[in-house]
């Protein structure tokens, strides 16, 4: 469904073309920039190294891609990250969002900071809807990079990195001070949809006698929706949020082999009720308020032997709830009151590498890591589903590992990494090993590939005897007994640590601003945690309807990745043409589903992503993208039918392009223009089948035409 065109649109197209014509000509960033395959990787493995040769699919977020669609990162890193090969954005139920690597839920990817982890506030969230976006704690203007590794990576970051890893690089000291500011704004063309305002800055320097510091903030608001708004079942796109983050660090440099630093990142997300047209509060899913804080304290030292890391941080993460409906011997009273959940990670981590030569030269790395992870969160019930609905509930865990990584450089343009680490945990132990070779025969060519495995131990919430999360029925729809209501799942503490065996093959070519790459992986699931209906419980007085999780026997994903950039234009032509790139990447989901062949989750069998990058001149650039996305399945094949009684009705969202403008002008050396048009043709995806009881059966929120606009000055 397209609506027709807004005159804003039409002033934005004819302004764009005018101001490339009155540009003053400035350096040409893109030629002081690195190239990405130079560009040095501390992700992949235990050492830093080239893109290039490091010992998996990897791709890099550049400091200037932030800067060149500044618009959209300082508001959500998601919209920047799904550009990446394999990556996808996972659209909830509301405005939050979260990135899936190869069709794996967001709950795979680990993200860390620094090569810390960042954790998660899952674990204080109040129902499966309302999660909260955890990449974008960290203020945009702080980050240099971002490194995103697709596939399993458990052999040596443990649990969580069963899909993949994002690793935010934040800005390094330098020796003199340095600073930015962005400021920016998006409003969507529908009055009724909320707007939304960003600010964001950083600043670093030295400070004598080998210290440094840095400083970075962000505050971002997006206004809440009117109700008369929400065509989509759940209410989607009515809330809004008001965040807010800090971070702090100083360092020491004792002297050119010895660094030390501490620092802290605190944050604040508030939701906000959505509005009706006449102005009154709309409570769908109660008041939250979100803080996160995270202390580190880090050591890098250079021996004659080697190098040695040791890192202790902790991150706490509360959620103070309120407006929650009270519900007394499973009834609910009509009271509301406020709650205080909390999760917390206490980790303490280090590794020491050391380069030697038996036979070939090695670089091999020996690490450990402790941490202990704790819940409370009162959203509980008791030992089994029953009527009795509210109670409290703690839990903690304690893991502590090991790992080994040997780089063996065979020869010169062929290196293998062996990987292996062992983890104790409450689970049961687990030992996840890797094996990865990468050829260069030539500067152009190089091929990867290798065989790893991965587990997941299941979260605290998942595994806490009688835990709860809450759904209004997009967690439970299609179940053939279900006939509305909303339900439960209630959690499981005999669950098992998920498993994978994991293979990937891949070869890629670099020439003159070609690049071709392509991947083909493979994952096959053991212990697949997953949710299994219970039924209506005889007695309860909520009417809800349960489910319980589970572990599969099996499931598997497959897939194919691909990249192709083309420069179609790399030497000047007149004076509104330097150059002209067309960027695209693809993923092709072959199969993703269990043993019974049920989807594991709802994700597009194909996407893309291509970009036409045009660089007027030296201080002018634009760009038009396309994302697609398939036919997006909830339940539509025979197995899907056969797991939910043969009589669910498919909820199937139909494949739809959304074509992205975006524009950014280098006024001076030191302050930069950024304007877009998101959703340009305002498409508004449909259904091809209607949900049994919604008369869309599109419960994802796909925001409508949005401007926005930024401006970033730095020193």
């Known amino acids: 469904m397209m609506r027709s065109t807004s005159p804003k649109l039409v002033k934005l197209l004819l302004l764009l073309p005018v101001l490339s014509l009155s540009l003053p000509a400035m350096a040409d960033e893109s030629e002081q920039a690195y190239t990405k395959g130079d560009v040095m990787v501390v992700t992949a493995s235990a050492i830093e190294q080239s893109l290039k040769t490091a010992p998996a699919s990897i791709s890099v977020i550049t400091r200037e891609d932030l800067d060149n669609d500044i ?3 300082a508001t959500d890193l998601v919209d920047v990250l ?3 090969t394999g990556i996808s954005k996972a659209i909830g139920t509301d405005v939050s969002s979260g990135v899936q690597i190869r069709g794996m839920p967001a709950a795979y990817t680990l993200i860390l900071v620094n090569g810390r982890r960042m954790g998660s506030s899952n674990g204080t969230k109040t129902t499966q809807q309302n999660y909260f976006d955890d990449i974008n704690w960290i203020p945009v203007d702080s980050i240099e990079r971002i490194e995103v590794v697709r596939g399993p990576m458990s052999s040596l970051y443990g649990s969580d990195a069963m899909g993949g890893v994002i690793n935010i690089i934040t800005k390094k000291e330098t020796d003199e001070w340095r600073g930015s500011f962005t400021a920016g704004v998006r409003v969507p063309e529908e009055d009724n949809r909320g707007k939304t305002q960003t600010y964001t800055g950083s600043i670093a320097g030295p400070l004598g006698n080998g210290f440094h510091v840095r400083l970075g903030g962000s505050w971002n608001e997006r206004k809440p929706d009117t109700s008369e708004t929400s065509a989509l079942r759940w209410g989607s796109g009515t809330e809004g949020k008001r965040r807010y983050n800090y971070e702090a660090e100083l360092g020491w440099d004792i ?8 620092g802290t990142t605190q944050g604040q997300e508030k939701g906000l009720e959505g509005e009706t047209e006449s102005g009154t509060e709309i409570n769908l899913r109660g008041a939250t308020l979100v803080k996160r804080e995270s202390y580190f304290v880090n050591y890098q030292g250079l021996f004659d032997f080697g190098n040695v890391k040791l890192t202790a941080y902790q991150n706490k993460y509360r959620n103070q709830a309120s407006n929650i409906p009270e519900i007394i011997g499973g009834a609910l009273t009509g009271n509301t009151y406020e709650s205080d959940l909390w999760s917390k990670d206490q980790i303490i981590e280090g590794s020491i590498s050391i380069p030697f030569e ?3 030269e090695h670089d091999l790395t020996v690490g450990a890591q402790w941490m202990k992870e704790e819940l409370y969160n009162p959203r509980s019930i008791g030992t089994t589903a029953s009527s009795d609905t509210f109670g409290q509930h703690t839990n903690d865990a304690i893991s502590k590992s090991i790992f080994f990584e040997d780089q063996m450089y065979l020869r ?3 290196t293998l990494t062996l990987g292996l680490r062992f983890d104790d945990t409450k689970y049961g132990n687990e030992t996840t090993p890797r094996a990865y070779l990468v050829y260069n025969p030539t500067d152009e060519w190089t091929f990867k590939g290798g065989y790893s495995e991965g587990f997941k131990a299941p979260s605290l919430r998942q595994s806490s005897p009688g835990f709860i999360e809450t759904s209004k029925g997009a967690g439970c729809n299609g179940y053939a007994d279900y006939t509305g209501g909303g ?12 498993r994978s065996e994991n293979w990937e093959l891949g070869a890629s070519y670099d020439h003159q ?8 992986f493979d994952s096959r699931f053991k212990d697949k945690i997953a949710t299994s209906p219970v039924g209506y419980i005889p007695g309860d007085p909520t009417g809800r309807y349960w489910l319980e999780r589970i572990n599969l026997d099996s499931a598997r994903t497959q897939g194919i990745e691909a990249r192709l950039d083309i420069p179609l234009i790399s030497q000047p032509v007149g004076p509104i043409l330097k150059s002209l790139t067309l960027r695209n990447n693809f993923t092709r989901m072959i199969k993703a589903e269990d043993d019974r062949g049920v989807m594991l989750v709802t994700t597009p069998k194909f996407t893309s992503y291509s970009t036409l990058d045009w660089q007027l001149n030296d201080a002018f650039g634009m760009s038009l993208s396309a994302k697609y996305y398939s036919k997006m399945l909830g339940l539509n094949s025979d197995a899907d039918q ?3 009684g043969n009589t669910a009705t498919a909820r199937i969202r139909s494949g739809y392009f959304v074509y992205d403008l975006a524009a950014n002008y280098k006024v001076t050396e030191n302050l930069r223009f950024n304007i877009g048009v998101d959703n340009l043709f305002d498409k508004d995806p449909v259904t091809d089948t209607p949900s049994g009881s919604a008369t869309t059966g599109n419960n994802y929120y796909i925001p409508g035409r949005t401007f926005y606009a930024s401006l970033t000055a730095s020193f």
Do not use: M, P
């Not at 002297?255 to 501490?262: A, G, L, R, T, Y």
């Not at 070609?514 to 083909?520: A, D």
């Open 71 to 73: 618009g959209k990162s």
């Open 82 to 84: 799904e550009r990446v």
């Open 255 to 262: 002297n050119d082999n010895h660094q030390v630093s501490i």
């Open 358 to 360: 038996l036979l070939v």
């Open 412 to 414: 010169d343009d062929l």
């Open 487 to 498: 339900c439960y799942t209630v959690s499981n503490a005999n669950l098992k640590a998920e």
């Open 513 to 520: 601003g070609w690049h071709v790459e392509v991947t083909f």
């Open 642 to 644: 056969a797991s939910r």
